[in-house]
């Protein structure tokens, strides 16, 4: 069974730095999209950042040149360092694998969606 594992998060003051990694594991074959989505209670989850299999990286305007995402596909890791915290950085962060495909005894399957059970990340002084 598929599971993604995510670590790191926690409490920051504003200007301050925090790393999220994020593991998934099990059958899997492959995975397209891997990244980072945040919520705060009363809105949608919104993208942060996603690296595709080809290392094509997308990042929300709000944190651009201030996150980084990475990828170690041999690994199925993805983290996400994140400098110059702001108090509107403070949410729940997901970890995604989008398009992932997972081995099966006789065959690839077809591609799903999975989520990590979120870790917190809170910025204030």
């Known amino acids: 069974q598929v599971q993604l594992v995510e670590s790191g998060g926690g409490f920051s003051q504003p200007g301050g730095s925090l790393r999220l990694s994020c593991v998934a594991s099990g059958p899997i074959f492959s995975i397209n999209y891997l990244g980072w989505y945040r919520q705060v209670p009363g809105k949608q989850r919104e993208l942060v950042a996603t690296?595709?299999?080809?290392?094509?990286?997308k990042y929300a305007d709000s944190v651009k040149d201030r996150f980084t995402i990475s990828r170690d596909s041999r690994k199925n890791t993805v983290t996400l360092q994140m400098n110059s915290l702001k108090a509107e950085d403070t949410a729940v962060y997901y970890c995604?694998?989008?398009?992932?495909?997972?081995?099966?005894?006789?065959?690839?399957?077809?591609?799903?969606?999975?989520w990590g059970q979120g870790t917190q990340v809170t910025v204030s002084s």
């Open positions: 995604y694998a989008g398009g992932l495909r997972q081995r099966q005894p006789t065959s690839i399957s077809g591609e799903s969606d999975y």
């Open positions: 690296v595709t299999s080809g290392m094509n990286i």
